[in-house]
């Protein structure tokens, strides 16, 4: 067995590189460390060593965004099993294993020796995802983040919060859409969001389906019709709670394995925190699978809070 540790140097505090290299200097078991250096990277590293057919366990040491680079270079591969060290701020979709996710993963002994299971993936024109893919209000929301990121003097929550007033007080909640999503023929009318999960968790503290599940064929989907600034302020806590079967006439929600989308402008689209644009998008449950290992004990199965909020 080949254990692949991935870490992104950018991804998190400064200090936590420096952490995760004193845990592995303590490691009982052989392991090889590559640092990405750009966009990609990391994505290129598995499949580099993938290559040789011997079976290989790769960490990928950051955020959601380098789990999912990650996963798109193991998708489909038998003899490859991925896993995530919460080294990132948010690491989303690791939160579906409960409250203490980053101490459990950080027992990096107990993580190379756990189980695997093949966990299913969202095809969002033809890039893969493992967690949420969103478009709407929160993934302009989502996509702006990073440009005010890069302001002098503006925190991590001072951009989010800045890219928040923006799209909605400035922008407008709302944009046209057409949607075809099981039953539901939505033509070119204006709708606030559209998530597709898989995971569970995201955007920081959003859990729109709390019993969704990453190994059960499904992908559950939610389209939020136009809503006033009130409503919105009103909704968008009990969204994030997954109470959306509490509010069917704003609304619309399907289980099952596709959607397409289209509008006249440009689409923000955000998957496991990569953005992408385009005007047409298909979100559709991908042929491949991706196996995830996790330390024995570590549950993914909802609790029946999520199921019931």
């Known amino acids: 067995m080949h254990h692949l540790f991935i870490i992104n140097p950018a991804a998190g505090k400064k200090e936590t590189t420096r952490q995760m290299e004193e845990l592995l200097d303590k490691l009982s078991f052989p392991h090889q460390v590559v640092y990405t250096q750009g966009e990609g990277d990391a994505r290129r590293f598995t499949l580099e060593a993938a290559r040789s057919g011997e079976p290989l366990r790769v960490y990928a040491c950051g955020g959601d965004g380098t789990l999912n680079e990650v996963v798109n270079g193991a998708a489909g591969l038998e003899h490859v099993a991925v896993t995530n060290v919460p080294k990132g701020t948010g690491n989303d979709f690791l939160k579906i294993f409960g409250p203490d996710y980053r101490t459990v993963f950080y027992d990096l002994e107990a993580l190379a020796n756990g189980p695997q299971t093949p966990f299913d993936l969202i095809d969002?024109?033809?890039?893969?995802?493992?967690?949420?893919?969103?478009?709407?209000?929160?993934?302009?929301?989502?996509?702006?983040?990073?440009?005010?990121?890069d302001w002098r003097f503006v925190s991590g929550i001072g951009a989010y919060t800045l890219a928040l007033i923006e799209n909605i007080f400035f922008k407008g909640i709302a944009r046209p859409m057409s949607v075809q999503m099981g039953e539901l023929r939505w033509e070119d009318k204006p709708a606030s969001l559209l998530c597709v999960c898989n995971g569970r968790h995201y955007g920081g503290g959003f859990m729109p389906v709390g019993e969704a599940m990453p190994d059960d064929g499904v992908l559950d989907m939610l389209l939020v019709k136009q809503v006033?600034?009130?409503?919105?302020?009103?909704?968008?806590?009990?969204?994030?709670?997954?109470?959306?079967?509490?509010?069917?006439?704003?609304?619309?929600?399907?289980?099952?394995?596709?959607?397409?989308?289209?509008?006249?402008?440009?689409?923000?689209?955000?998957?496991?925190?990569?953005?992408?644009?385009?005007?047409?998008?298909?979100?559709?449950?991908?042929?491949?699978?991706?196996?995830?290992?996790?330390?024995?004990?570590?549950?993914?199965q909802p609790t029946s809070a999520d199921k019931t909020s």
């Open 124 to 149: 969002c024109n033809g890039h893969l995802g493992i967690d949420v893919a969103c478009a709407g209000v929160d993934a302009r929301v989502a996509a702006d983040v990073h440009r005010y990121k």
């Open 228 to 300: 006033s600034l009130f409503t919105f302020v009103r909704l968008v806590g009990k969204y994030a709670k997954g109470q959306y079967r509490r509010y069917p006439e704003l609304i619309f929600a399907h289980h099952g394995q596709c959607v397409s989308f289209s509008a006249r402008e440009p689409i923000t689209v955000v998957v496991d925190g990569e953005v992408m644009r385009d005007t047409a998008f298909t979100i559709r449950l991908s042929e491949k699978k991706v196996n995830f290992f996790y330390p024995a004990g570590a549950g993914y």
